[in-house]
Each structure stands twice: as structure tokens, then as C-alpha cells.
Nanobody, 117 residues
Framework: QVQLAESGGGSVQAGGSLRLSCEYT?????MGWFRQALGKEREGVAR???????TYTNSVQGRFTISLDNGRKTLYLQMNSLKPEDTAMYYC??????????????WGQGTQVTVSS
């Protein structure tokens, strides 16, 4: 079973940047980042499939970049131009066999991102 461990969250002012990291034990068909704000459902933010194709949710397009270093077994999420509405717990996730938001089934413990106005 794939193991995931996030790091890199923190507090930042609006307009600032953060980079999240996720160490994983092995690469799966699709790996990505989700977030869950207080009182809301978890939502997909960005994912990258095994051939490198990336997908982003509309609200982060152009501001966030997902990347992966398989040599280091680390997944990244570079977050720029952060907004207060980006505040959430961010989770690294893995989908074993499919590149689809709904097929992610393995999760890290989460890392908090707080953006102040």
C-alpha cells in the first residue's frame, strides 16, 4: 500500500507563495493534491498522471503548479498568488489505477495552509 507524507504548509499573507511536498513510497497511475476547507467537502486541486499530464481545478489554474520528482519520490505543489479562499487542509493523494478525481483512495495526513488578507 502506497504511503504518503506531506510537508510545507504554513501561514502566509494574500499574494504570497508556498510549496507543499509529499513523499511517497511508490508512484501510482495518478497522484495529486486535494484540499478541505472548514465545513466543506474535500475537493481536487491538481493531479498528475503517469505520463506527466496535469489537471487543475479552475480556481487554481495559472496560480498553482503540480510536479513530481520520481528520483526523490516526492510530489510538489507550488502555490503562487495565494488567496484567503485557498485556506484549507491540503492532502496528498494517490489513485492506484485511474486518472480520475473520484478514484483517489490513499491519503496522507494533511498539512494546513492558512492565507490571511
Amino acid at each position: 500500500q502506497v504511503q504518503l507524507a506531506e510537508s510545507g504548509g504554513g501561514s502566509v499573507q494574500a499574494g504570497g507563495s508556498l510549496r507543499l511536498s509529499c513523499e511517497y513510497t511508490y508512484r501510482t497511475a495518478s497522484m495529486g493534491w486535494f484540499r478541505q476547507a472548514l465545513g466543506k467537502e474535500r475537493e481536487g486541486v491538481a493531479r498528475i498522471r503517469s505520463d506527466g499530464r496535469t489537471t487543475y481545478t479552475n480556481s487554481v489554474q495559472g496560480r498553482f503548479t503540480i510536479s513530481l520528482d520520481n528520483g526523490r519520490k516526492t510530489l510538489y505543489l507550488q502555490m503562487n498568488s495565494l488567496k484567503p479562499e485557498d485556506t484549507a487542509m491540503y492532502y496528498c493523494g494517490a489513485s492506484m489505477y485511474s486518472d480520475s478525481w473520484s478514484r483517489f483512495s490513499h491519503w496522507g495526513q494533511g498539512t494546513q495552509v492558512t492565507v490571511s488578507s
